[in-house]
């Protein structure tokens, strides 16, 4: 699924802040129903548009067709195919799994936080020192400079991972879903001509 949605997106996307983004502002409201939680996605997302690690990870959830995989294209769409990896977090105590997110801007797993990767999530945020391998190769170090996102149709269970999780998470509910003629099969096209403009919207509200 997130390989179509990555695909159906261009690679890069010129800055243009005279253009407007109508339709994408709609989506999110009808999608998320919170201005609460919009603004904190974009503030999220001129994160990951910097130069830096991403100090939080983005959880979506919420039932399929609620629009999820919609907002990843975008995201995909702002950072590149070329910056974008997606990977299974649960073998990301692997050095060949971690090697995979070196020297990307977004990073999005296939799977939800597993218990025993705790560890391994909170250095990726915090931009701590890891190694990784390709196979038949030496090992190396390197610090990521990511912004990860998991998407699942259910809320972390942060009783528990911890409330060290918690403070590195944002948590973004998609709280409708989109049956039958509600579905807007140009929706994304529209997304990607509009990408131009939500990369100004999302940079406008850094100081």
Known sequence: MMTQA??????TTPFHPESGCPRWLQFLEESMQDAASIHALREWMAACLGDGPNEKALYLHGDVCSGKSTLLSVLVGLTGDENTVCIDFQYINSPFERARIRGKKLVISLSGLPLDCV???KSIVSGDTLFGTFKFQ?????RPTCSLVFHHNTEPDFERLGEGCRRRMLVVPFRRVFTGNQRDPNLKNTLQEELPAIRAWVEAICP
């Open 138 to 142: 030496k090992p190396f170090e390197f």
């Open 119 to 121: 560890s391994c999530f």
């Open 6 to 11: 990555a695909h159906a997106t261009p690679r």
